[in-house]
């Protein structure tokens, strides 16, 4: 991909590790595309990454050699980093940006720390309640702060924070859910369950379902279930809803989540911030099942949050027994008053400008940077630390 043009943003996002993080920054990169940004996406080799950017058009896509921190793998991902900032350095070297957003987790500190170094105004988003161990070690190095829930500001040390609320892609919107539920093959007007785990699944959920079902047997003819279950349970979910009779689409992975969710009745889902938006953005009354062991239990209070407002229930895995399952389930699907109770309170936790807001501040940093780097004689005194060519050619691309 050339290169931009000289009036022409150029920024990068780096947004790889999860769906939670990709989907959101590709909401951003849509908005800056609007408003004439060239853009780049900064991902990670995983397939979840490297299958969900196939849906970006017109950007371009940077993969890093970054791993995650988990397992104590600490050799791979101290190598893995250092390539990922040589890496990100070189690139900026070439390309050099306006802006940098990161959306957390292990893709966002190496392209952070190197961009700054080439004059780029610096972004990041927190999604969640308890902000990642990212996140808040990156906070102190950014030009500005973005977060999804306010009780996350003050858990960042960050110059300036911002409340947005977490980006959607636009295609979230409450609907009909007739022409979603066509798309799976599902009958029009039986209440649809969506039961989802994030994009890498969930196997403690699928087996809280699964345990559940012999308690549903008399609804096998007037419910159906719409079954997202990571790679590595599929045929067995599959078996299940088959052998008692339940009509159920059961998928490993599915890209068009906003025809998941349009075709459902209700959601039993975990409780990741970018699905709790989505989830939000369609008004989807929902079952929160937090990963139980997810990074300082941030899961549960993204959840607890939703549950304090009325805008979904709240039942932690350790507590899921197929008897509290299966009646939770009962009380939403059958219960329409309190559907539409959740759906009234899932509003305030719908933030439809967020990406437009995000993009809106980040070209105006760059504006601002732009005009005291012009305005002065000596680029070294420019607020954001511009020093040399290469930093006032970065920041004269937001003109």
């Known amino acids: 991909m050339t290169s931009p043009g000289a009036n022409t943003p150029f920024v990068a996002i780096a947004c790889g590790g999860t769906g939670g993080h990709l989907f959101p920054g590709l909401a951003v990169a ?18 979840v990454d490297q299958e969900a950017v196939k849906s970006a058009r017109g950007m371009e896509i940077v993969t890093l050699p970054a791993v995650a921190l988990q397992n104590r793998n600490y050799l791979s991902f101290a190598r893995s980093f250092w390539q990922s900032w040589r890496a990100s350095r070189i690139f900026f070297k070439s390309r050099p940006s306006s802006a940098v957003l990161v959306m957390g987790g292990f893709t966002s500190a190496p392209p952070i720390l190197a961009a700054g170094k080439f004059g ?5 988003h927190e999604s969640n309640t308890i902000p990642g161990r990212a996140n808040r070690f990156l906070a102190r190095f950014v030009d500005e702060a973005f977060v999804g829930f306010p009780a996350a500001a003050a858990r960042l040390r960050a ?23 066509a798309a799976f093959r599902l009958e029009s ?15 403690g959920i699928n087996d809280m379902i699964l345990s559940a079902l012999p308690l549903l047997g008399n609804r096998t003819s007037a419910w159906q279930w719409l079954h997202l279950t990571g790679p590595g349970d599929v045929e067995k979910v ?3 809803y088959a052998a008692r009779g339940f009509k159920a689409v059961v998928k490993p992975f599915l890209a068009e989540m906003d025809l998941a969710l349009g075709a459902a009745t209700i959601a039993v889902s975990r409780a990741g911030a970018s699905s709790l938006a989505e989830i939000a953005a369609v008004r989807l009354p929902s079952l929160l099942v937090p990963y139980p062991t997810a990074a300082d239990n941030h899961q549960f209070y993204n959840a607890q949050a939703f549950e304090a407002t009325g805008a ?36 305030q936790w719908h933030a439809p400008k967020a990406a437009e807001q995000i993009a809106e501040i980040m070209l105006e940093a760059v504006a601002r940077c732009r005009k005291e780097v012009a305005g002065q004689s000596h680029p070294s005194t420019c607020s954001c630390g511009c020093a040399d060519k290469s930093t006032k050619q970065a920041v004269s691309l937001g003109a």
């Open 238 to 240: 599959e078996q299940a």
């Open 312 to 347: 979904a229930r709240l039942l932690e895995q350790k507590n899921a027994t197929p008897e509290k399952v299966a009646a939770l389930l009962c009380e939403l699907i059958e219960g329409p008053a309190a559907r539409a109770k959740i759906q009234t309170a899932l509003a």
């Open 120 to 124: 780029a105004k610096t972004f990041l």
């Open 189 to 203: 007007n039986r209440p649809t369950i969506l039961v989802m785990g994030g994009s890498q699944g969930a196997s």
């Open 159 to 181: 110059r300036k924070v911002t409340t947005t609320g977490t980006p959607v892609r636009p295609q979230f919107q409450p609907g009909d859910p007739a022409p979603c539920r």
């Open 30 to 47: 849509e908005q800056l595309k609007q408003r004439g940004c060239a853009v780049a996406l900064l991902v990670s080799p995983k397939d």
